[in-house]
C-alpha cells in the first residue's frame, strides 16, 4: 500500500488527484492538503473583478466531490514540508506522512518585493479571487468618479496573459458603463516589447496586441521597472537594452492593478535540494526532484528557466494546458515507481491560452511553450470570447464531477493535434 499526498488544490492539484487517483490500486491511499476547502477557477478572477461573475459561479466545495471519489481532504494546509522525513507538518501541528509527495501549490505572491504593491498597499490584484472581489470595488469607484488607470506587471513577474486580458476586460467595463472617456489607461510591463508574455512571443502576439492596445486607446512603457508605489502614485523607470534606467516616470492613478513577481510558498521555500533560490521546486523532466526522489511538482510550484535574455527579470508563464501534461506525466511516473519501474513519461509542456478582451480575445499555441517550437501560432476574433467562457464551464464541470479527462476532450484534443504527452514521448532514464 502507498499513501500518495497532493499539495495544493488549484487548477494542478485537483486534476493531479483525479488522475493519480484513477492510476492507484484500491490499496493505495490518496490524501488532497490544500489552504481551505474550495478549489477556486482563477482564469474567471479578471471577470470577477468588473462584476461579470460571482465567487460562487467559479468555486467548486471539494468535500463532497472528493468523498465520493475515495480522496481524502486535509484543508488545514501546510506549515513547512520535511521532505527528510517524508511528512508534512500542517498548520495545525499535526502530520501527514507519505511515501509520495506531489507539489501543486501554486505561488505566493511577491508583493512585498515592491514597496506599495498590492492589495495591502495602493495597487489591486486578480491572482486571488479575495483580491479579485476587493478589486471589483475599486473598478466602482473608478467607473463613478474616473481618472487614470494603470494596468500591467512588475519586474520579475511570469503571468503576463491576465494583464493583458484585464487591460482589455476593464476597457470593455468601462465602455459598457460610458466611463471609458474619462479613463486615460496605460500599460505598464518589464516585457522588452508588447505581447513578448516570457515566451518571446509566440506567433503575432507583437503586432496583434500592439494593434490591439492602440485601436483601444491604451498607452504601454514596456522596459518598466517599478520602484515605489504610492496612494495614487506609481513610480517607474524605463531602462534600454543594456537594463540602465533611461527615463523617469511618475505616474498618477485612480485605479491600478498589477501582477506581482511569484516565488514559492513559504512551506517549501528554502529547503536545500528541494526548491532553486526563489522557492520553485526543482524538477527533473519527469517532473521529480532530483535529490528527494519521492517528490514531484506540478504548475506554478516549479522551476522553469527564463526564455533568453531580457533587460529586466521576465519569467516563463505555466499556463493551464501546460500544466495539465505536468499532471499527466506525473501521474504516469508516481504510478510506475508503485509499481517498481522507473519514471519514463515527459510532458510535451504545450501552451494553448485563450486571453479574452471582454467581447473579443487573442488566442495562442506554442508547441512546446519554450522555443524552438514546432507550432508558433496566434489569431484574433470573437470566437476566442466564446471558446473562453465555454471553458470556463466546462473545466468547472470537470472539477465538481471529479473527471480529469474525458472521451470528448480526449477527441478534441487528438482532432486539434494536441496531446498532453508527446506521441509516445518517454524517455527512459539514461
Ligand atoms: C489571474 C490569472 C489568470 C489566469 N488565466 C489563465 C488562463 O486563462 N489560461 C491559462 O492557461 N492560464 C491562466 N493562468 C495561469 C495558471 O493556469 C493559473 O495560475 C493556475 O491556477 C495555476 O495552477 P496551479 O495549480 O499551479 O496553482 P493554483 O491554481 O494557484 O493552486 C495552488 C493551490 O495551492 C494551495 N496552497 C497554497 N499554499 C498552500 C499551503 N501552504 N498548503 C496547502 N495548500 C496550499 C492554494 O490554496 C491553491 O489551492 C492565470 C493565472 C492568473 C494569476
Given at each position: 500500500?502507498?499513501?500518495?499526498?497532493?499539495?495544493?488544490?488549484?487548477?494542478g492539484g485537483?486534476?493531479m488527484?483525479?488522475?493519480?487517483?484513477?492510476k492507484?490500486?484500491?490499496?493505495?491511499?490518496?490524501?488532497v492538503?490544500?489552504?481551505?476547502?474550495?478549489?477556486?477557477?482563477v482564469?474567471s478572477?479578471p471577470?470577477?473583478?468588473?462584476?461579470w461573475?460571482?465567487?460562487?459561479?467559479t468555486?467548486?466545495?471539494?468535500?463532497?466531490?472528493f468523498?465520493?471519489?475515495?480522496?481524502?481532504l486535509r484543508?488545514?494546509?501546510?506549515?513547512?514540508?520535511?521532505p527528510a522525513?517524508?511528512?508534512i507538518e500542517?498548520?495545525?501541528?499535526?502530520?501527514v506522512?507519505?511515501?509520495?509527495?506531489?507539489?501543486?501549490?501554486?505561488?505566493d505572491?511577491?508583493?512585498?518585493?515592491?514597496?506599495?504593491?498590492?492589495?495591502?498597499?495602493?495597487?489591486?490584484?486578480?491572482?486571488?479571487?479575495?483580491?479579485?472581489?476587493?478589486?471589483?470595488?475599486a473598478v466602482?469607484?473608478?467607473?463613478?468618479?474616473?481618472?487614470?488607470?494603470i494596468?500591467?506587471?512588475?519586474?520579475?513577474a511570469?503571468?503576463?496573459?491576465?494583464?493583458?486580458?484585464f487591460?482589455?476586460?476593464?476597457d470593455?467595463?468601462?465602455?459598457?458603463?460610458?466611463?471609458?472617456?474619462r479613463?486615460?489607461m496605460?500599460?505598464?510591463?518589464?516585457?522588452?516589447?508588447?505581447?513578448?508574455?516570457?515566451?518571446?512571443g509566440?506567433?503575432?502576439?507583437?503586432?496583434?496586441?500592439?494593434?490591439?492596445?492602440?485601436?483601444?486607446?491604451?498607452?504601454?512603457?514596456?522596459?518598466?521597472?517599478?520602484?515605489?508605489?504610492?496612494?495614487?502614485?506609481?513610480?517607474?523607470e524605463?531602462v534600454?537594452?543594456?537594463?540602465?534606467?533611461?527615463?523617469?516616470?511618475?505616474?498618477?492613478?485612480?485605479?491600478?492593478?498589477?501582477?506581482p513577481?511569484?516565488r514559492?510558498i513559504?512551506?517549501?521555500?528554502g529547503?536545500?535540494g528541494?526548491t532553486?533560490?526563489r522557492?520553485?521546486?526543482?524538477?527533473?523532466?519527469?517532473q521529480?526532484n532530483?535529490?528527494?526522489?519521492?517528490?514531484f511538482?506540478?504548475?506554478?510550484?516549479?522551476?522553469?528557466?527564463p526564455?533568453?535574455?531580457?533587460?529586466?527579470?521576465?519569467?516563463?508563464?505555466?499556463?493551464g494546458?501546460?500544466?495539465?501534461?505536468?499532471?499527466?506525466?506525473?501521474?504516469?511516473?508516481?504510478?510506475?515507481?508503485?509499481a517498481?519501474?522507473?519514471p519514463?513519461a515527459?510532458?510535451?509542456w504545450?501552451?494553448?491560452?485563450?486571453?479574452?478582451?471582454?467581447?473579443?480575445?487573442?488566442?495562442?499555441i506554442?508547441?512546446?511553450?519554450i522555443?524552438?517550437?514546432?507550432?508558433?501560432?496566434?489569431?484574433?476574433?470573437?470566437?476566442?470570447?466564446?471558446?473562453?467562457?465555454?471553458?470556463?464551464?466546462?473545466?468547472l464541470?470537470?472539477?465538481?464531477?471529479?473527471?480529469?479527462?474525458?472521451?470528448y476532450?480526449?477527441?478534441?484534443?487528438?482532432?486539434l493535434?494536441?496531446?498532453?504527452?508527446k506521441e509516445?514521448?518517454?524517455?527512459?532514464?539514461?
Amino acid at each position: 500500500m502507498s499513501h500518495v499526498v497532493v499539495l495544493g488544490a488549484g487548477l494542478g492539484g485537483v486534476l493531479m488527484a483525479y488522475e493519480m487517483k484513477a492510476k492507484l490500486g484500491p490499496s493505495d491511499k490518496l490524501t488532497v492538503v490544500n489552504l481551505g476547502p474550495v478549489y477556486s477557477f482563477v482564469p474567471s478572477n479578471p471577470w470577477v473583478a468588473v462584476g461579470w461573475r460571482k465567487r460562487e459561479e467559479t468555486s467548486v466545495e471539494l468535500a463532497p466531490v472528493f468523498a465520493k471519489r475515495g480522496i481524502a481532504l486535509r484543508p488545514e494546509g501546510a506549515k513547512r514540508v520535511h521532505p527528510a522525513e517524508n511528512r508534512i507538518e500542517l498548520t495545525n501541528g499535526e502530520s501527514v506522512p507519505y511515501d509520495y509527495l506531489i507539489v501543486a501549490t501554486g505561488p505566493d505572491l511577491a508583493f512585498d518585493e515592491v514597496p506599495g504593491l498590492g492589495p495591502a498597499g495602493n495597487t489591486s490584484s486578480i491572482c486571488h479571487i479575495d483580491h479579485a472581489e476587493r478589486a471589483r470595488a475599486a473598478v466602482g469607484a473608478l467607473i463613478k468618479s474616473g481618472g487614470p488607470a494603470i494596468i500591467g506587471a512588475v519586474q520579475g513577474a511570469s503571468c503576463f496573459g491576465p494583464a493583458y486580458e484585464f487591460a482589455f476586460i476593464l476597457d470593455t467595463a468601462l465602455r459598457r458603463a460610458k466611463a471609458r472617456d474619462r479613463v486615460p489607461m496605460t500599460f505598464v510591463t518589464p516585457e522588452p516589447y508588447i505581447g513578448h508574455l516570457g515566451l518571446d512571443g509566440v506567433g503575432d502576439t507583437k503586432g496583434l496586441l500592439e494593434s490591439a492596445m492602440r485601436e483601444h486607446h491604451i498607452k504601454w512603457i514596456t522596459n518598466a521597472k517599478v520602484t515605489k508605489v504610492e496612494s495614487g502614485k506609481m513610480f517607474v523607470e524605463e531602462v534600454d537594452e543594456a537594463g540602465a534606467t533611461k527615463a523617469s516616470h511618475e505616474l498618477p492613478f485612480a485605479f491600478s492593478m498589477m501582477l506581482p513577481a511569484f516565488r514559492g510558498i513559504p512551506a517549501v521555500h528554502g529547503i536545500e535540494g528541494l526548491t532553486n533560490p526563489r522557492g520553485f521546486i526543482a524538477i527533473d523532466k519527469y517532473q521529480r526532484n532530483p535529490v528527494f526522489k519521492n517528490v514531484f511538482g506540478v504548475g506554478v510550484a516549479v522551476a522553469i528557466p527564463p526564455v533568453g535574455k531580457t533587460p529586466l527579470p521576465v519569467g516563463v508563464p505555466k499556463t493551464g494546458f501546460m500544466i495539465e501534461s505536468m499532471v499527466t506525466a506525473t501521474a504516469e511516473n508516481v504510478a510506475a515507481l508503485i509499481a517498481g519501474k522507473e519514471p519514463e513519461a515527459v510532458a510535451t509542456w504545450n501552451a494553448v491560452c485563450l486571453a479574452d478582451f471582454g467581447d473579443e480575445g487573442i488566442a495562442f499555441i506554442a508547441q512546446p511553450q519554450i522555443p524552438l517550437r514546432n507550432v508558433n501560432w496566434s489569431s484574433q476574433g470573437k470566437w476566442v470570447h466564446t471558446a473562453k467562457v465555454g471553458f470556463e464551464k466546462y473545466f468547472l464541470r470537470k472539477i465538481r464531477q471529479g473527471k480529469s479527462e474525458t472521451f470528448y476532450e480526449r477527441l478534441a484534443l487528438d482532432a486539434l493535434g494536441i496531446r498532453k504527452l508527446k506521441e509516445i514521448h518517454t524517455e527512459p532514464a539514461a
